[in-house]
């Protein structure tokens, strides 16, 4: 039996999750367990997921997955890199032997060659000599005319977001020694931040939902009823209400703070500063403070790290433990063969955490005070209560 990793935010879940799921077991057998690594309450664009993390790892379970575990807030808000070595090192947690991932190439082998140029030192010094040549240029363009030189016509793979974060975990891999293999699922219908025909993207969702219309037939039915349910309590998110959240956060922030956050070298910290001070919205910050090097993705991941109490190095190395989120009756056999080994650092009832101390309780009350921001933001009133990332244990497929 394979265990098979994916990571994915679900923001929201889709008809092209479900094929991805249906695709790796058809490949490796219905026996197969498959385990989904998922961002938080934050997700990696710098912004608030649609639906809580319990209610999309809830969607999950019931639309195929068999464990949901939770990407710590630190590595969910991380660059791609940080993003899949964070991803990996839970995996290798969690007993995975197989990564699955979408790709718009599908070529594995092709991602596999990048990925092993990508991680050697001559490409380093050349990207330096590349960014001291021109100064103004950003470390993915330096990175990408690199490669090119190296390899040619396929270094255009990485300049597409679910190619180049199927590097990234490839990568991640060979710097972990993990005994993972790489299975990429060639993606259909619309790519990432794209309309098109096939499968809605998760942005396209996205503003559907955000419009107010109805997403049933757009995506699978399970996670039409748990998104639906939601909604009708009012367990969604008031964008004004969070913008506000978000803002008094900002600009209770010393000078200091915003040097301290991931990414913040080169003056960037002390531009998200002086807009933070004057500017009126979340948006309007994140547009004074981005410049042609440094790309709005980047500074939104700052901004929100600055909200949430996330500082530089918080995301170094792997997560120190993994929270599990939702899981069915497979899943749980296989979690209680995982508690049943020595050293385990996987949590199912978040008092365990408080066992392990140190880094996890630490990074572990980082992700709690997320959810307590994302909760206050709700719509109704009676959702607004802290201290449920405390509380609330996984869900669990019956």
Not at 366 to 374: E, K, L
């Amino acid at each position: 039996m394979s265990i098979i990793g994916i990571t994915a935010e679900y923001n929201p879940f889709h008809l092209g999750h479900e094929y991805q799921i249906k695709a790796v077991r058809e490949r490796f057998g219905e026996d197969s367990t498959v385990v989904c690594i998922m961002s938080g309450d934050f997700v990696q664009r710098g912004e608030a997921a649609v639906f809580s993390k319990f209610a999309r790892a809830q969607a999950a379970c019931l639309c195929g997955a068999d464990i949901v575990a939770e990407l710590p807030a630190p590595w969910a808000l991380s660059s791609a890199e940080g993003f899949a070595r964070g991803a990996v090192g839970l995996m290798k947690e969690l007993e995975v032997d197989i990564i699955s991932f979408g790709s718009e190439s599908g070529d594995t082998d092709a991602l596999e060659e990048i990925a092993a140029v990508l991680c050697t030192e001559e490409l380093n010094e050349l990207v330096k000599r590349a960014l001291s040549a021109e100064p103004a240029l950003s470390y993915a363009a330096a990175r990408q005319s690199v490669l090119e030189k190296l390899i040619g016509e396929k270094a255009a793979l990485i300049a597409r977001p679910n190619d180049l974060l199927g590097v990234e975990y490839l990568k991640a891999i060979k710097s972990l020694d993990a005994d993972i293999r790489p299975f990429a699922v060639k993606r259909l219908g619309s790519g990432h931040d794209e309309r098109g025909d096939g499968f809605k993207s998760s942005s396209e969702l996205r503003e559907i939902i955000s419009a107010g219309k109805s997403v049933s037939g757009l995506i699978p039915d399970s996670a039409y009823e748990i998104y639906k349910h939601e909604a009708e309590l009012g367990r969604v998110i008031d964008a004004e209400r969070l913008d506000s959240a978000v803002m008094s956060r900002f600009r209770m922030l010393s000078r200091d703070d915003y040097n301290a956050l991931p990414d913040a070298a080169d003056g960037v910290g002390d531009r998200l500063y002086r807009a933070a001070a004057a500017e009126p919205t979340v948006a309007s910050v994140i547009a004074a403070s981005s410049t042609k090097r440094y790309a709005v993705s980047r500074i939104r991941r700052m901004a929100m790290c600055a909200a949430l109490g996330i500082t530089d190095g918080m995301a170094n190395g792997v997560p120190p433990y993994a929270r599990v989120l939702a899981a069915n009756g497979k899943g749980c056999v296989l979690l209680r063969d995982i508690n049943s080994a020595e050293n385990s650092c996987v949590v199912t009832k978040p008092a365990r955490v408080k066992t392990l101390g140190g880094d996890a309780e630490r990074l572990f009350s980082v992700g709690a005070r997320a959810h307590d921001i994302y909760a206050i933001s709700y719509v109704q009133k009676e959702h607004r209560y802290g201290g449920n990332d405390w509380k609330t244990g996984p869900f669990i497929v019956k």
